[in-house]
């Protein structure tokens, strides 16, 4: 009997731009691109676990395609190998708007976690501090700056795995002394495009060869 073909289910696109000291693009070396691109992947994996907490017919992958010096199209995608696509358009609507949804939340969730290392590393003190929504809790950097995020980011920066997936995701920093990242979101609809930005520091850098966070404290849950 002839396997399945899988389903694309949900699909979510990104834009990374890698830049130098001077604003030019970087080209990101091989080394960087496996190691980033299986790092993110399994990132990704967590984080859409997080939120589906049952899904063993889904299989969340990313593709991407270097398509001009320092520029790289990404897709977060989840396919289903269970089902044939027919279906998936007679019965299966309703779940896959479930599963987009989840998706487009595991996507905030890790380009919240690039953000927050970039900005964190970047801070001279940085600690938690509930939020006013049980969902998400705030990181104050130098006790001025408020980066509000997803419970699971701080789950992300307390947890030693996730902590060598980000290292892998962002090893362009050390590999290819890039000096600044930038992530764009939705970037097929103008209107709710947005851009995270990250930049190098001698802190992330030190990050990256295997340091702590040192300016984080108080990574686990602040004591009611």
């Known amino acids: 009997m002839d396997s399945l073909p899988d389903t694309t289910v949900a ?8 830049l130098d000291d001077h604003g030019r693009p970087v080209s990101l070396s091989a080394r960087t691109l496996g190691r980033g691109s299986t790092d993110l992947q ?14 063993p017919a889904e299989t969340v992958t990313v593709s991407f395609l270097e ?3 320092g520029r790289l199209q990404l897709e977060y995608l989840v396919v289903d190998r269970t089902r044939p696509r027919r279906w998936w358009r007679s019965r299966g609507r309703c ?9 487009s939340e595991a996507t905030i969730v890790v380009t919240l976690a690039v953000e927050a290392v970039g900005a964190v590393a970047a801070a001279s003190t940085a600690h938690w ?12 950097l130098d006790g ?3 980066l509000r995020v997803p419970g699971a980011v701080r789950d992300m920066l307390s947890d030693g795995t996730a902590l060598d997936l980000l290292r892998g ?7 290819d002394q890039v000096e600044q990242l ?14 995270t930005v990250v930049t190098r520091s001698p802190a992330l850098v030190r990050f990256l060869e295997g340091g702590s966070l040192a300016s984080l404290t108080g990574a686990g849950r602040e004591p009611s």
């Open 95 to 103: 779940r896959t708007v479930d599963i987009q949804a989840a998706l």
């Open 129 to 140: 501090s509930e939020s006013d929504t049980p969902d998400f809790v705030n990181v104050v």
């Open 182 to 195: 930038i992530i764009g979101k939705d970037p097929e609809l103008p209107g709710r495009y947005q851009e």
């Open 42 to 55: 399994d990132l990704l994996r967590r984080a859409y676990a997080a939120v589906r907490e049952d899904c």
């Open 11 to 18: 699909r979510v696109p990104i834009t990374v731009r890698c």
């Open 67 to 69: 398509d001009c010096r």
């Open 169 to 175: 995701t962002l090893a362009m920093f050390h590999d």
């Open 144 to 146: 001025a700056r408020t």
